[in-house]
Every structure is written in C-alpha cells, then in structure tokens.
T-cell receptor, first 115, second 116 residues
C-alpha cells in the first residue's frame, strides 16, 4: 500500500498571504489528522477529520482551517500568514474506526516558510 | 491535562552500544502509548505501540519498549545501536480526554547521535 502523501513538500509564502496544503491518506483510511511541528513548540495537534467532518480540534486560531473530501483526501488552509506559522506541517491517517487501537501513520510533511 | 516528558534532549552513544530513551506520561488510567522516529527532513515513522496486555512491546528495527505503570514510564530500548539509528525519537500518548483516539500528545523529543 502506498503511504500518506503530502503536497507540496516545500512552500515559501509572505506574511498576509494564505496557503493550502494537501494530504492523501493511505488507501482505506478514513481519518486524517494534521499536526504542526516547530522548534519552539514541538509537535502540536491541529485537527482531525473523519467522513468529511471535523471530529477533533486543537488550540489554534481560526486562521487555521481544514476540510476533507469524500475520497478522504484532506486539505488544510492557513489564512493571513504570520512569521510564526513557519513550520513543518504533518498529516497522519488512520482507519478511523474510533477504537482505542487506531494507529496514525504520518506523511513526509510540508515545510512552510513565511517571509 | 495529559502530558508526556522526555527528560533527555540529546543523547550520544557509540555504535554497538545499548540504548535506552526515557519517556514518562501523566494519566491515571491505562494510556495508549507510541514511539515514533523522525529522520532529518522526514515525517514520523511508527516504531511501536502499547495499548494493553504484555508490558514488553517489540517494534521495528530491533527496538522494544517496556510499559511500567508504577513508574508512569514507557522507555524505549535497543541492545545494539547502528549508525543509521541517528534520528529524533518522539514518545506520544493518546489524549483520552479529547473524546477521540486520533489526537496525540507528543513529548519534546530526544535527539540521538551515534559515534562510529
């Protein structure tokens, strides 16, 4: 099975712009979660989508949003970019059965640099 | 709130030496625990996981971890380290308070360097 894929792998934007990142989960997986990784804050949970619905959300401002399509692919959007949004954005997929044995598998990430 | 602590930010070992990376969690009930590894510029690869049952868990690449409830620990071990094991290692726990199983709380990570 192919793993989790994320596009693009690298992105450079300027302050005030918006950006959209894409994630394709492992075939058959219905849950997609997003994480932000920065040197200062480490790995932080952004949100999770399951069956096109946001099922869980972390403590990030409303500038961070996401959606999931019927084929389970997901996008996240960051509007009005700030310098502090520079980070590695990781997507993870899991079967999403809602059981305690759900395991997340991560993609390679999108490196976003905000200038 | 749940938390995960990895007390060692950096560890350096010689190739062939044994390795133990420490992880402590805070949670009253049985936690769901994971170890992931991240090579530079890459995503996270799952090494192993603990949900219940046998407290000694075997993973990929020769790694194992032991769950000790009395010490709230889930330490990662490898008997003989290879140069290719140099990477950053993350311990994580499911945030059971969030109402779902796909919100992970991560430790700060331990960066492993391997000397030849």
């Amino acid at each position: 099975k192919a793993g989790v894929t994320q596009t693009p792998r690298y992105l450079i934007k300027t302050r005030g712009q918006q950006v959209t990142l894409s994630c394709s989960p492992i075939s058959g997986h219905r849950s997609v979660s997003w994480y932000q990784q920065t040197p200062g804050q480490g790995l932080q949970f952004l949100f999770e989508y399951f069956s096109e619905t946001q099922r869980n959300k972390g403590n990030f401002p409303g500038r961070f949003s996401g959606r999931q399509f019927s084929n389970s692919r997901s996008e996240m959007n960051v509007s009005t970019l700030e310098l502090g949004d520079s980070a590695l954005y990781l997507c993870a997929s899991s079967p999403g059965q809602g059981s305690s044995t759900d395991t997340q598998y991560f993609g390679p990430g999108t490196r976003l640099t905000v200038l | 709130a749940q938390s995960v602590t990895q007390p060692d930010i950096h560890i350096t070992v010689s190739e062939g030496a044994s390795l133990e990376l420490r992880c402590n969690y805070s949670y009253g009930a049985t936690p769901y625990l994971f170890w992931y590894v991240q090579s530079p510029g890459q995503g996270l690869q799952l090494l192993l996981k603990y949900f219940s049952g046998d407290t000694l868990v075997q993973g990929i690449k020769g790694f194992e971890a032991e769950f000790k409830r009395s010490q709230s620990s889930f330490n990662l071990r490898k008997p003989s380290v290879h140069w290719s094991d140099a990477a950053e290692y993350f311990c994580a726990v499911v945030d059971s308070f969030s109402g779902g199983y796909n919100k992970l709380i991560f430790g700060a990570g331990t960066r492993l360097a391997v000397h030849p």
